[in-house]
C-alpha cells in the first residue's frame, strides 16, 4: 500500500514536471508577452503620451474609440479560420506575419507629432488595434488548438503571466522610460520588444495537420455556429460564460475608486499596492491554479476557484467597515488577485476545452467577446449603487452576483466532466 502511494506521488510529480517542461507550455509564455505588449500603447500609455503633449481632452476622448477592434474581432475571424497561409501552417502562417506588421507600425507610430498630426496618429493607432486584435484572435486559436488536455490549465496560467508581463512593460515601464529616452525612442523600443513573441511562434510547432479547415467560407461563418448550438444544455453553457466571472468584473469596476475615495489612500499608494503587488499576485495565483489543475480536474477548478473568487469580494467589504487598515488593504488585495487569477486559469482552460478546433478562431472570438458581455452592461450600475448603500454593501451585492455563475456551473457539472473525459480518452 505504502509502495504504490509512493509511486502514485511520483507519477503525479513527474506529470507536473513534464508539463512544466513541455514546449508547448513554454511558448504560451512568449505569445501572451506579444498579444498584451500593443494594447497600454494604444489604450494608458498613448493617453498619457497625448495628455503630456497638450492635445485637447476631447480628442484624447476621441481616441478611446480605436479598442473597437478588440470588441468586434470575432466579424473577421472566421477568415482566420478558412485560409491557410502557405508558409509555417495555418495558425503560426497568420501570427507570424502579423507580429512583423505590429513591429513596424508600433515603431513608426513613435515617429508621429501627436500635436500636430493627432487625426493620423489616430488611424495609426487604430490599425494597431485592429492588427492586434486580429493577433489576438490566431494566438487564442493557436492556444486552443496546440495544447493538450491536462496542459490548458498550466498553458494559461504561463500566457497570462506573459500577458501580464507585457501590460506592465508597455504601461508602467514604458511611461518610467519616456520621461527619460523620451517617447519616441520609448515607441521605438517597445516595437523591437515584439521580437519576444516572434521568437515563441518561430519556436513553436503547428498543431495537429489532421485539423482540417472550413471548405468555404460559408462554413467557416455558419460551421462554428451550427457546431455549437446543436450541443447539449448549449444557451446554459453560454450563460455560465457571460456569469462566470461577473462578480469578479463588478467589483473590479470600482476598486481603484474605492481605495482612493472610500478608505482614502493615496494614489500613489493605490499605484503601488494596488497594482503593483497585485499584478504579482495575480502572476502567482494563475500559475498556482494553473499547477492546480493538473490534480483537481477542471470542473472541480472552476468550481473552487469560483468560490474563492465569490469570497474575495467580502475582503474588500471587510476593509470599507474598518477604514483605512494597511493590513487589511494589502490582504484584501492579495486575496482578490491571486483568486482571480486562479479563476481566469480556469475560464480560459473551460473556454479552450469546448472549442471545436476545425473553428477554434472564431469560437473563442465569440465566446471571449460574450465573457465581456455581462462586464460592459453591469459595470455602469456600479457607481449608483454605492451612492444607493454604501460601499460595504456593494461588495456584499458584488458577491452575491457571482452565485448564479456557480449555480450554473454545478448544473453543468457532468456536461464538463464529459467534455474532459471525452477529450481525454
Not at 2 to 8: F, I, L
Not at 138 to 147: E, G, H, N, Q, S
Not at 331 to 344: C, D, K, P, R, W
Request: hydrophobic fraction near 50%.
Amino acid at each position: 500500500m505504502v509502495h504504490s502511494e509512493d509511486t502514485k506521488q511520483k507519477t503525479g510529480k513527474g506529470k507536473w514536471r513534464q508539463i512544466f517542461n513541455n514546449r508547448r507550455v513554454a511558448v504560451m509564455v512568449l505569445l501572451g508577452f506579444s498579444s498584451g505588449l500593443p494594447l497600454p500603447l494604444t489604450s494608458g500609455t498613448l493617453q498619457a503620451w497625448l495628455t503630456v503633449a497638450g492635445v485637447d481632452l476631447r480628442i484624447i476622448g476621441i481616441f478611446s474609440l480605436v479598442s473597437i477592434p478588440y470588441t468586434i474581432k470575432f466579424l473577421w475571424s472566421p477568415l482566420m479560420d478558412r485560409f491557410v497561409p502557405p508558409w509555417l501552417g495555418r495558425r503560426r502562417g497568420w501570427i507570424l506575419p502579423i507580429q512583423i506588421i505590429l513591429m513596424v507600425s508600433i515603431g513608426l507610430m513613435g515617429f508621429i507629432s501627436p500635436e500636430y498630426a493627432p487625426f493620423f496618429l489616430a488611424s495609426m493607432t487604430f490599425f494597431i488595434a485592429f492588427t492586434s486584435a486580429s493577433q489576438d484572435i490566431v494566438i487564442d486559436a493557436y492556444r486552443t488548438d496546440i495544447l493538450q488536455d491536462r496542459e490548458r490549465g498550466i498553458g494559461a496560467a504561463t500566457f497570462i503571466m506573459g500577458y501580464r508581463i507585457a501590460m506592465l512593460v508597455a504601461g508602467a515601464v514604458a511611461l518610467i522610460l519616456s520621461q527619460i529616452i523620451g517617447w519616441q525612442k520609448t515607441y521605438i523600443l517597445m516595437a523591437i520588444l515584439m521580437i519576444i513573441g516572434i521568437i515563441g511562434t518561430y519556436v513553436g510547432r503547428e498543431p495537429d495537420s489532421q485539423i482540417k479547415p472550413p471548405k468555404s467560407m460559408e462554413e467557416a461563418i455558419w460551421g462554428p455556429l451550427k457546431d455549437f448550438f446543436t450541443r447539449k444544455n448549449a444557451i446554459i453553457i453560454l450563460l455560465l460564460i457571460i456569469l462566470y466571472k461577473l462578480g469578479d468584473a463588478y467589483a473590479g469596476a470600482l476598486t481603484t475608486a474605492f481605495l482612493i475615495r472610500g478608505v482614502n489612500f493615496s494614489p500613489a499608494e493605490v499605484g503601488t499596492i494596488n497594482k503593483g503587488m497585485g499584478l504579482i499576485a495575480t502572476i502567482v495565483g494563475a500559475m498556482f491554479g494553473g499547477a492546480l489543475m493538473v490534480r483537481l480536474g477542471l470542473y472541480r477548478s472552476l468550481m473552487f476557484f469560483g468560490i474563492l473568487q465569490m469570497v474575495s469580494n467580502l475582503s474588500f467589504m471587510v476593509l470599507a467597515l474598518t477604514g483605512k487598515n494597511y493590513p487589511v488593504m494589502v490582504s484584501a488585495i492579495a486575496f482578490e488577485n491571486i483568486t482571480g487569477g486562479m479563476g481566469s486559469a480556469a475560464f480560459l482552460a473551460f473556454v479552450m476545452a469546448i472549442c471545436n478546433k476545425r473553428y477554434s478562431a472564431t469560437q473563442y472570438a465569440l465566446l471571449s467577446s460574450l465573457a465581456a458581455l455581462g462586464r460592459v452592461f453591469i459595470s455602469p450600475t456600479s457607481g449608483y449603487v454605492v451612492e444607493a448603500t454604501g460601499w460595504a454593501i456593494f461588495f456584499l451585492f458584488t458577491t452575491i452576483t457571482a452565485i448564479p455563475g456557480l449555480v450554473l456551473l454545478w448544473i453543468l457539472r457532468g456536461i464538463i466532466n464529459s467534455i474532459e473525459n471525452n477529450r481525454s480518452a
